[in-house]
């Protein structure tokens, strides 16, 4: 069973980067999809980004195309999510999350094993 636990969040001003992590501990990333999930104050949990269990398809939701960057290193089974061009609406709980086999990264309900969410608030 995988764990997992992320970090990087915090304060920024809009316009602003971060660098969130997700390390995963228990076993191999391999045959896993990777998902971040991010819930507003107020609104439903929704997705960010995803990368299937081949590793070789990322998704990325329309509100963070161009901005967002999604990537995974297998040696240190690390996921990734590189925020760029920050605005205030991205503020939000992002919550890294992974699936066994999953073929559509975008299917929350797919998703199986969550991290505990790290917060990040963008600034005017």
């Known amino acids: 069973q995988v764990q997992l636990v992320e970090s990087g969040g915090g304060l920024v001003q809009a316009g602003g980067s971060l660098r969130l992590s997700c390390a995963a501990s228990g076993r191999t990333f391999a045959g896993y999809a990777m998902g971040w999930f991010r819930q507003a104050p107020g609104k439903e949990r929704e997705f960010v980004a995803g990368?299937?269990?081949?590793?070789?398809?990322?998704v990325y939701a329309d509100s963070v195309k161009g901005r967002f960057i999604m990537s995974r290193d297998g040696a240190s089974k690390t996921v990734y999510l590189q925020m760029n061009r920050l605005k205030t609406e991205d503020t939000a709980d992002y919550y890294c999350?992974?699936?066994?086999?999953?073929?559509?990264?975008?299917?929350?309900?797919?998703?199986?094993?969550w991290g505990q969410g790290t917060r990040v608030t963008v600034s005017s």
């Open positions: 999350a992974a699936a066994w086999a999953l073929s559509n990264p975008v299917a929350q309900s797919g998703y199986h094993v």
């Open positions: 990368l299937d269990w081949t590793g070789g398809n990322i």
